[in-house]
């Protein structure tokens, strides 16, 4: 079944709800007929600061009148701007900006590897990576991830990539061997189903990687940025790690990413060993900057965790509310999920049908990533459209089964 247009020439490789978006405003969507949606999805987490941001517009139209483009060979202001913000907020002390979150992670993945290949270890290249992660679509970010319908059919498995359940340290710890380079984590996975990693298997994690001279990668691109209510995941656990991918909500919606790495894990990346045409463009640089002018603004992120908190008490209301549909309230801060009983692509159609903007994940979950900026109006519409949606659901459940 396809919902694209039969005069579409482009790869059907998406099941595309049939609305198109033509412009935002704050928390809002809205088609070219003036259909209003509230954007509890903010394209997957990207939109951080809503649509049509001022001070994003600002940045980016005064950068447009300036320079779009100059590539790498040339010293970039805003780019050295930028990184040396991202490192004084956070463990970091080097970064490299790619256009997307899979480039972060390949950046991560070879910074992990040349960093033992340096010390005299190229034998030390795997990556040990967790069940139901997502990483990216690239040859060996598909491979990190380990999901078959993503790796079917494209030739042979990249190598270097073991695979271990989500919280079994037995399989962790046997998995760990003279070849082993790094451990990649989501600190919750995103598209796996919003499932939190424990902050004790974090810590373990650290110990383990100090144990064995193990990088530790964090892929934090769909949790960083303001998400979880604290600038990047990681904080909530107390242990940092040593390389950390970011994108999505950094560029709040212009394509970009980074990978940041203390100077140690950084340290085998010499001139000349890596690469990009558009990464760091100064475009993507001043949208960047002004997204952290915004996410680090004091009293920011508070807003953040009270707004997050309000929602979440509302969810938990509404799963009493609704029994049959909802089982239970995952996440942290402004990346939650409801894990359902019913079909959850059945339940973000009945909630668009509803007015409102919610994204499927792994594990029959439906993710809600509303921009930071909502405050408490947004979140009770919010809360109101759900309720009309699992109350909608409920009536197909209790429909005759004949079509
Ligand atoms: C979205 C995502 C990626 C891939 O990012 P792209 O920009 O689509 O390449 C990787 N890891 C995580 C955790 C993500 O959420």
């Not at 709800?17 to 209003?36: F, M, N, V, Y």
């Not at 190598?159 to 046997?174: H, I």
């Not at 060993?273 to 508070?302: E, K, R, S, Y």
């Not at 049959?324 to 079909?343: A, D, H, N, S």
């Amino acid at each position: 079944m396809s919902t694209a247009s039969a005069s579409s020439v482009l790869l059907p490789t998406y099941a595309r709800a049939p609305i198109a978006l033509e412009r935002g405003e704050g928390a809002w969507a809205i088609t070219a007929d003036g259909t209003r949606y509230l954007d509890f999805g903010a394209g997957i987490a990207v939109n951080s600061l809503g649509h049509a941001h001022p001070h994003l517009v600002e940045a980016l139209t005064a950068q447009a009148q300036r320079i779009w483009h100059t590539s790498n060979l040339y010293t970039m202001p805003e780019g050295e701007k930028l990184a040396r913000r991202l490192c004084e907020a956070t463990f970091a002390e080097r970064v490299f900006f790619t256009n997307s979150g899979a480039e972060a992670n390949e950046c991560a993945i070879k910074m992990a590897r040349k960093y033992h290949a340096a010390k005299g270890h190229p034998e030390r290249f795997r990556v040990v990576t967790f069940e139901g992660a997502f990483h990216g679509r690239t040859l060996a970010t598909i491979a990190a991830g380990g999901q078959q319908k993503y790796i079917d059919g494209f030739g042979p498995k990249v190598d270097g990539f073991d695979q271990v359940p989500f919280d079994d340290e037995a399989a962790l710890k046997a998995a760990i061997g003279p070849e082993t380079a790094a451990l990649m984590i989501e600190p919750i996975q995103g598209e796996g189903g919003l499932r939190s990693v424990p902050m004790r298997v974090l810590k373990q994690l650290r110990e383990l990687c100090d144990e064995h001279g193990l990088m530790l990668i964090f892929d934090e691109i769909q949790t960083g940025v303001g998400r979880t209510g604290k600038f990047f995941a990681y904080e909530h656990s107390g242990v940092a790690p040593d390389i950390m991918s970011i994108a999505k909500g950094i560029g709040g919606g212009f394509p970009m990413g980074a990978c940041l790495a203390t100077e140690e894990a950084a340290s085998g990346m010499t001139l000349g060993t890596h690469g990009t045409t558009f990464g760091g463009n100064p475009l993507a640089m001043a949208v960047g900057n002004a997204v952290l002018d915004v996410i680090l603004a004091q009293g920011f992120l508070d807003h953040v965790q009270k707004t997050a908190l309000r929602l979440r008490q509302s969810l938990a209301q509404l799963k009493d509310q609704h029994p049959q549909v909802i089982e239970e309230i995952r996440g942290e801060g402004l990346m939650l999920g409801l894990k359902l009983k019913t079909p959850n692509t059945d339940f973000v159609a009945q909630a668009r049908a509803a007015g409102l903007l919610v994204v499927a994940a792994g594990d029959n979950v439906v993710r809600l990533l509303p921009p930071l900026i909502i405050g408490e109006s947004e979140v009770a519409e919010a809360v109101a459209r759900l309720d009309k949606a699992a109350g909608a659901v409920e009536a197909e459940l209790a429909r005759p089964a004949a079509e």
